[in-house]
């Protein structure tokens, strides 16, 4: 198959190198002999990639061997070491626990809780041709009948990662006359992206990255902390599982910031992507249309649940569209009714702006993909990114397109694109300063907006991956 990026690449770091396709990103090793500042890469339809030098003379690149050190999480491509990881976070490990429980009395079994995201609830959805809420109703049925005691929408914590984020850049914006990396603010809610940023430009990108948690972490706090208190449980008593559109969220909970030494437990124990939930129903001879529905599970006393949300903004959770809103209101005294997208490259890149007489007073943009992370990187490094927050996704088109969903044979996956993202945009949206439920825990369990528990429980940190200074010197 030809590759969507057949032609040249321009690279203007030579230290850097890449190889986007359709599926994954290769590694090549750039010769530096055969230019300077720019490098040129041409990939042939066989998915060979050559150099072309300035007297226009190619050269086939190696291609470079890389561990997980190397790794982008992509979800293109799986490396041995990765294999190791998401063999521990598997639906094989999740039927492990369920099939533990059995065997012991009710009182020693591990509660087993399962948050399932609402773009792995539209990719269920396109599949069985059913509505989304039906979907979360009959997946709850499912989990429960396989042995989950609680199912939760990940939408309930995704409030929180918006309010976080929409707080922080606020205070970000009246800060940027004291510090040079105020902003622009980027979104972190992806661990592709943030892996990359960690192994590639740590330094450079780190002070930008948002410290909100993203609504897997968030979730894992809801469920460890607030959930285990409200059920006089340790958090290590509770198996906590999450449904997530791609392998790069196993990495995510995987983080060292995100295991409890006192307890020895990962706030979140296991990622299963959408495709293997539906391995699971496969392998369990179900079709969830058949099942019955029953109603998804409310963290707390005043929280609605019983049927799935959502957010305005896209299906990679409106990061962008939430803190433009919130922005524009706290910083502008604007009430912005409608946000008007437009494109800049491509699709995938697009700009949203705040006016008031011909002056800009917000600059925000959407950067999803590789291709166009790497220009958002090259306008930081050269000191030319005009923008005041980018929400930046891994994935061409974002979240509902991650590596972990499911994908119709039948059917061209533009196609079952639009499809899901028509189903996911049926479900009903909320305001997250209106979800009832979220005042009453940051009242009750986060003791406060801005508070110290707040920032333990809803904020993470970053760390720089320092460059190999042996070896091939390979790194993303
Ligand atoms: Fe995962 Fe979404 Fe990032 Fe893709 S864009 S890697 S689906 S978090």
Redesign the pocket.
């Known amino acids: 198959m030809a590759s969507p990026f057949s032609g040249a690449l321009q690279l203007t770091d030579l230290d850097d190198f890449i190889g986007p396709s359709q599926d994954c990103i290769k590694p090549v090793k750039v010769d530096k002999r055969l230019g300077s500042g720019v490098a040129k890469i041409h990939i042939e339809d066989d998915g060979s990639y050559f150099q072309v030098g300035h007297d226009g003379g190619t050269r086939k690149l190696e291609k470079a061997k890389i561990s997980l050190d190397d790794c982008l999480?992509?979800?293109g491509c799986v490396t041995s070491a990765e294999t190791v990881l998401i063999t521990q976070q598997s639906h094989e490990e999740l039927r492990k626990v369920l099939d533990a429980n059995k065997t012991v009395a009710p009182g020693q079994q591990r509660l087993v809780v399962i948050s399932v995201s609402p773009?792995s609830r539209a990719s269920l959805a396109a599949r069985f041709q059913l509505n989304p809420t039906d979907t979360a109703r009959k997946l709850t049925t499912f989990f429960k009948k396989l042995g989950a005691h609680y199912v939760f929408d990940t939408a309930f914590s995704r409030n929180f990662s918006l309010l976080e984020s929409q707080r922080e850049f606020v205070r970000r914006f009246r800060g940027q006359a004291d510090s040079k990396q105020a902003l622009p603010v980027l979104t972190s809610?992806?661990?592709?992206?943030i892996c990359y940023a960690e192994k590639t430009h740590g330094t450079l990108l780190i002070p930008h990255l948002s410290t909100a948690r993203?609504p897997q972490q968030v979730m894992g706090s809801l469920v460890k902390d607030f959930f285990a208190q409200q059920q006089r449980l340790t958090p290590d008593k509770i198996y906590h599982v999450t449904v997530?559109?791609?392998?790069?969220?196993k990495l995510?909970a995987s983080r060292p910031d995100f295991f409890s030494q006192e307890h020895q437990t990962r706030d979140v124990d296991c990622v299963v992507t959408t495709g293997e939930v539906f391995k699971l129903l496969q392998e369990e001879g179900v079709l969830l249309s058949e099942l019955e529905p029953t109603p998804l599970d409310s963290l707390c006393s005043s929280g609605s649940a019983q049927e799935p949300t959502s957010h305005q903004g896209g299906g990679?959770g409106g990061y962008l569209e939430h803190v433009f809103r919130h922005a524009a209101q706290e910083l502008f005294g604007v009430h912005v009714t409608e946000v008007t997208y437009r494109p800049l490259r491509n699709k995938d890149f697009q700009e949203v702006t705040l006016e008031r007489e011909g002056q800009v007073l917000l600059h925000f943009a959407m950067a999803?993909g590789f291709r166009n992370i790497q220009n958002l990187v090259q306008k930081l490094k050269r000191g030319r990114c005009p923008y005041h927050y980018v929400e930046v996704?891994?994935?061409p088109a974002?979240?509902?397109?991650?590596?972990?969903?499911l994908k119709a044979p039948d059917t061209a996956d533009k196609e079952l694109l639009q499809h899901v993202e028509r189903l996911y945009s049926m479900v009903r949206t909320e305001v997250p300063e209106d979800v009832p439920g979220v005042q009453e825990l940051y009242k009750c369990w986060l003791q406060g907006e801005g508070s110290e528990q707040a920032g333990r429980l809803l904020h993470t940190s970053y760390h720089a991956v320092e460059k190999a200074t042996s070896g091939l010197s390979i790194r993303w």
């Open positions: 999480a992509c979800s773009q809610a992806c661990p592709g992206w993203s997530m559109p791609c392998y790069d969220k995510e990679s999803y996704m891994a994935c974002g979240c509902l397109n991650g590596g972990g969903q």
